[in-house]
């Protein structure tokens, strides 16, 4: 019989944790989580106090002499210093002008846009303003509306370059480039629409210019003119507008 003596038991080993690359990874990825958390938060308290200590503009003092403001008025969203555009009209045309607060010099620069005229069409002021965006890396336009001297509304689209504003170009159907403008207009038997939408699923909006003829409240015909965004332009899109006027000719709604 076999007996054990006590200082000869073996101790039993204990088990030692091992740590994978796996768990490192896990770490690091957690680490950068909250690292880029405090960045961000501090990037919010730097841009809001930059809000907070610029003042809200007069937008008249920076009218020239004689020119009349309008209560068009639209602050640029998603900017770290305030940017607004509004509506004025001087010598009798509608312009748009556009203030930036600048940190450097601790106030606001002032620029303006051409006169809101096409050819024989002028704006007399400008009582709507927005932002457009036309999903094409952050491009955005302006649109400015307002009635036009013959009665109807119209939209001229324009695009901030700096603290200037430019008009866009549109690219009509004879290959002529002029200022963008379309008509938006509501009659008895006619009426003109605006509109962005992706026509052909590219992920990019185009300017769809619509012509209904109506009788007793029916539509007649339609006709649809598509503008795509290319090279900083609308460009007119033979196809793709006879395409569409043709499916919804086919396919009325």
């Known amino acids: 019989m076999n007996i054990r003596h006590p200082s000869l038991r073996v101790p039993k080993r204990k088990r030692q944790l091992k740590l994978g690359p796996a768990f490192f990874v896990l770490i690091g990825v957690v680490g950068s989580f909250f690292l880029a958390i405090i960045v961000f938060q501090q ?3 730097e841009r809001s106090s930059s809000v907070e200590l610029s003042p809200l503009p007069s937008f008249a003092t920076f009218l020239p002499e004689g020119a009349a403001l309008s209560d068009a008025v639209l602050q640029i969203p998603d900017l770290p210093q305030p940017s607004y555009f509004f509506g004025y009209a001087q010598d009798g045309s509608a312009r748009v002008g556009l203030v930036t607060w600048n940190k450097n010099h ?5 620029g303006a846009s051409p006169k809101l005229l096409s050819d024989d069409m002028k704006m007399e002021m400008v009582t709507r303003l927005s932002t457009q965006s036309l999903g094409d ?4 336009i302006i649109l400015a509306e307002g009635p036009l001297t013959d009665g ?3 939209v001229f689209v324009l695009l901030r370059q700096g603290n200037d504003l430019h008009f ?3 690219v009509g159907s004879q290959g002529i480039a002029r200022p963008a403008f379309f008509i938006r207009s509501t009659e008895a038997k006619h009426v003109d629409e605006l509109r962005f939408e992706d026509v052909n699923a590219d992920g990019r909006l185009e300017a769809v210019a619509v012509s209904k003829i109506l009788r007793k409240n029916v539509v007649l015909s339609e006709m649809d003119s598509i503008y ?6 609308l460009v007119y899109d033979k196809d793709l507008s006879w ?3 043709t499916s919804k000719s086919l396919f009325p709604e």
Do not use: H, K, L, P
């Open 168 to 170: 866009v170009s549109a």
């Open 43 to 45: 990037t919010r308290i």
């Open 106 to 110: 601790n106030q606001y620069a002032f």
């Open 243 to 245: 395409a569409i006027t």
């Open 228 to 233: 795509r965004w290319q090279d900083g332009q």
């Open 152 to 154: 109807v509304t119209g």
């Open 137 to 140: 890396a952050g491009t955005s």
